[in-house]
């Protein structure tokens, strides 16, 4: 895939799922602006985006939201690709005393602040003709995990929110797709305040449920990623790519 020339921008970068994407997009030359809350992660993974647009945001508050626009354009003056992929989960029950903290804080982060984002973005990506790619889970689609029924939902709301808004685009030849992984080894677990125990423990459990046996890493998503927001899928939008080794195919997560 080649990126020459294209800016590409990618919330949740300083680890993980969107650390990946971001370094493939910046191996494929693009100019890439990564967004965390962590600067000193993101400096660390700048390191490896050739000279990329370090922007520290909390992309739940607002004014975190018009930095990550305003400093992208500012630097590169337009904007061709976003990749919607800052995202958390809080495991709880609705029986608890923490359930609306949980669902609040939940969709604030995957939802709430994906729909800002990407209203302050679509004028500049109509302008480049350029697309969208939010990162949902099978989460969306399946009700995979015990305790997690903010994280189901704002997954599948997310997944609505792909189709809806590339059936509006489309005519403005905008396209937005959504990739819905499985199990990805990053710090998603450990920054739900779990023991290091506990952890490996779901991962462990989690490898089980799927088909294939395994667990993804970051940079398989990153090559699907690439791979939809390239010209190779210019005919691909409002479209839902699970790739979570089978775990749907056996699914009684
Ligand atoms: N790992 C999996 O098994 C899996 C499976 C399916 C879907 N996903 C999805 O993949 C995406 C990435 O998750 P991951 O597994 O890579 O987890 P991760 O390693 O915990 O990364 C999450 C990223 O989101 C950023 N983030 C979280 N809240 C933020 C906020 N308020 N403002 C700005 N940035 C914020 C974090 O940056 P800072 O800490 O620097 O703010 C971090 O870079 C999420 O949307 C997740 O739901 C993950």
Known sequence: MNFNGKVVIVTG??????????IKFAEQ????????RNENKLKDVAKKCNNPLIIVADVTKDDGVKKI??????RFGKIDVLINNAGMGWFTSIKEENALEAYNAVMATNLHAVVHLTHLAVPHIIKTKGNIVNISSIAGISVSFKGGFPYHMSKAALDHFTRSIAS???SSGVRVNSVNPGPVKTD??????????EEEATWDLMKKMTALKRISDGEEIADLVSFLASDLARGITGSIFVSDNGALVNSNF
């Open 168 to 170: 509006e685009l489309a």
């Open 69 to 74: 626009i305003n400093e992208t354009v500012k």
């Open 188 to 197: 998603i677990i450990e920054n739900m305040g779990t023991t290091k125990q």
């Open 13 to 22: 970068s300083s680890s993980g799922i969107g650390a990946a994407i971001a």
């Open 29 to 36: 030359g693009a100019k890439v602006a990564i967004v965390g």
